[in-house]
């Protein structure tokens, strides 16, 4: 029996976020430039947005570009831009025919004028679509999320718009760039390597991680299937005991 046929329709994850990483070392493991790893990576964005759209997960997180990644070899950033300008557009009609909205966290004024002109437009021309959002965090770093939210909370506070005493983590989630978007219930990541890296830290307080040893190239509808599965298998306690959970 396929993976898909084990998964249980409801009882699926409504946000799944996803660190694509290994594009580079894929590449390498060809004899070809990383750059090569980033394109063939796109083809896994397009699967997992399919599989996610047809299983009916409501929002997939893919933290596409972070703020420590303008450290790489310029060339390299240079391509990146571009692969995602390239990609928007060619993948936008597409988006809009298959109901899947398009949204992205992160700075994105301080993205490459560009970049950020086919980011907006593709966020336009999806923005009534309701299948699917496909979330691209882009110059995107948690710490620096949760820094802009408490800048502007304390703002909020100053003019007497918010009182301190009203702070909970409620409202703190709310100066978020994920306000309107539910906790995500499932983190995958790709590559093997076993660490969080500066994404979604305050959202990602209960979700179930998962760490896959295979390069995000590789990863196909079949594997995230297999995640579900597996999410699905785990015991979501939240603080309580599982006697609790069963009575």
Do not use: C
């Amino acid at each position: 029996m396929s993976f898909f046929d084990q998964i249980d329709k409801s009882r699926l994850p409504k946000h799944v976020a996803v660190i694509m990483d290994g594009n580079g070392r894929w590449a390498k493991a060809k004899n070809m430039p990383r750059v090569f790893g980033h394109r063939s990576g796109v083809k896994s964005v397009k699967l997992i947005s399919e599989a996610a759209a047809e299983l009916g997960v409501d929002h997939i997180t893919l933290y596409a570009f972070s703020t420590e990644n303008w450290k790489r070899p310029a060339f390299e950033v240079n391509a990146l831009m571009t692969l995602l300008v390239d990609t928007v557009r060619k993948e936008l009609n597409s988006l809009h025919e298959n109901n899947i909205k398009l949204n992205a966290i992160g700075d994105i004024e301080s993205l490459p004028e560009a970049t950020k002109k086919a980011l907006k437009e593709g966020i336009e021309k999806t923005k009534n679509n309701s299948r699917l959002t496909l979330n691209l965090a882009l110059n995107y770093s948690s710490r620096w999320e949760i820094t802009e939210a408490a800048k502007r909370m304390a703002i909020d506070v100053k003019n007497n718009v918010l009182s301190p005493e009203d702070i909970t983590d409620h409202v703190f989630s709310t100066y978020l760039k994920t306000k309107d978007i539910p906790d995500p219930e499932l983190l995958i990541r790709t590559s093997g390597e076993k660490r969080i890296s500066n994404f979604l830290l305050w959202q990602l307080a209960y979700t179930e991680l998962m760490f896959l040893d295979m390069y995000w190239p590789d990863f196909n509808k079949e594997t995230f299937y297999e995640a579900i599965v597996h999410f699905q298998q785990r015991e979501r306690r939240f603080g309580k005991t599982g006697e609790q959970l069963k009575s």
